[in-house]
């Protein structure tokens, strides 16, 4: 009987950026040493990538054992790191898989602790997770959704749906979302809430992105050549996007191949963009912003909410989460959110545009609060093209003069 740890460094990369390589590696044998000192004579410590390590526990009879060694783990790295006279946080991640309970061969053995680790990660990081039945259903759920999403783009399952963005003030069409939706052959028809974190997870993001760049634009330029002034499309980037290093180019080559100016796209990101790797992200943000694109951060609030990067980062808009919206105006709480995001983005000179919108009494807030854009069923439900096109004339937006 074996069990197997795998400890993943949590934020290790923003340290690495910070201090340097150097600094980097310095920490990471110190982090070796503290897990060689949780483990003991217990069992063997490798480290298996950049910010990976595992450790081998023979013969873990009690399962309460092994879960005092994860605990144990995760204890002693909530003691702060010293590198270059500073302190920083840097937890732990850990998923524990055991053999042969879980697993029957050694790669199995591995990629049950890793689904672990990722599960830890989900709930909020530095914790642990023993890897148990609803995790191998995700596993296996995740596999066979990666295997069809490779080939999705290639059989054109994948679709665009768009959301009216609407000016609070007299209902006008000022932009509309493009939204995903994939119908597989097999599968059926998947909501993103399924496939998106496996397309980031595997890498296929990046070139499922850069179709619905270029297939938002087509479609704006098809409108546009009809007669509609649709003012501008959003599409939402993942933070894998920024981290290729080809966004600024795709998007560039995608407004030259269609004639849009940059001003007809506005890419909205995850606050998870800001922190997962500061320089590359100012480069590209600011490349993007020579192109003349509008960037907003979606449901603000929800992640990392990073409020230093709001003045250093050439951001132009925020966006309130459907999640805050439920419960405006009758939740204190949530009410007390959207008036703080509000007063944020007008403080910075920052749009504000809020999703979920579904009753009369959420529109009457957001005027009153000074909000300008939303989108929501009390509007419309996310539309084909065609549906888009006549709500866009039935909005007030007629044929562009001549």
Known sequence: ???????????????????????????????????????????????????????????????????????????????????????????????????????????????????????????????????????????????????????ALEFQEFRLVYQPQIDLRDGRLVGAEALLRWHNRQLGELSPNRFVSHAENSGDIVRIGAWVIREACRQLRAWRDAGLDVPRIAVNVSYRQFLSEFLAETVEATLREFSLPGEALELEVTERVLIEDAPDTFDTFAALKLLGVSITIDDFGEGYSALNYLRRLPIDGLKISHSFMQGVPGNPSDAAICQAIIRIAQSLGLLVIAEGVEGENQRRFLIEHGARMAQGYLFSRPLSPKALADFARHSGIGPLPH
């Open 1 to 151: 009987m074996l069990a197997l740890l795998y400890v993943d460094l949590d934020r290790f990369k923003v340290v690495n950026d910070l201090l340097g390589h150097g600094a980097g590696d310095a920490l990471l044998a110190t982090a070796a040493r503290r897990l060689e000192e949780c483990v003991g004579l217990e069992g063997e410590v490798a480290r298996f990538g950049a910010d990976e390590f595992l450790a081998l526990v023979e013969d873990p009879h009690a399962v309460a054992g092994i879960e005092e060694l994860a605990a144990r783990i995760t204890e002693t790295f909530t003691r702060p790191f010293t590198m270059s006279g500073e302190e920083f946080s840097i937890t732990a991640s850990v998923g524990v898989a055991r053999f042969p309970e879980d697993a029957h061969t050694a790669h199995q053995l591995l990629n049950n602790a890793d689904a672990a680790m990722y599960e830890a990660k989900r709930r909020g990081r530095n914790t642990w997770q023993v890897f148990t039945p609803a995790l191998a259903s995700q596993l296996s759920d995740r596999l066979l959704i990666e295997a069809h999403l490779r080939r």
